[in-house]
């Protein structure tokens, strides 16, 4: 099974100037646990609930911070063609829980979580 027989999650994007409370604020309202940073439609980065967490728990003021101090820059992505197998344990050993999908160019269509890849590998069961 491929990247592309999986249902794609959506992708939030934010500029890399946003304050993390807004990042934040924009997750909770969303329902979502990542947000790609992005400019000029290009990916920078991610951000994640972890990423959020440590930034709080070192204290940053989440209101004065701007998402492109806090993100994972320049990201591992995966392709639509790529095999579901071989993308869950590029995420073990990455020790990630989201990847952005990319097209041929390089753009950001979708996102691929952990929890995604557990349901599919458990209807496959």
């Not at 304050?19 to 992005?38: P, Q």
């Amino acid at each position: 099974m491929k990247v592309k027989d999986v249902p794609p999650g959506r992708l939030l994007s934010t500029g890399p100037d946003s304050s993390l409370a807004d990042v934040a604020r924009r997750m909770r309202k969303e329902d979502c646990d990542s947000v790609a940073i992005m400019a000029d439609k290009k990916l920078l980065g991610i951000i994640t609930e972890r990423d959020l967490v440590r930034a709080i728990a070192d204290g940053v003021d989440p209101h004065q911070a701007r998402a492109d101090m806090f993100m994972s820059a320049d990201p591992a992505t995966v392709t639509a063609d790529e095999e579901v197998s071989v993308v869950a344990v590029k995420m073990m050993r990455l020790g990630i829980r989201h990847l952005p999908v990319v097209d041929s160019h390089g753009a950001p269509v979708g996102l691929l979580s952990a929890r995604d890849l557990v349901a599919v590998l458990d209807r496959k069961g």
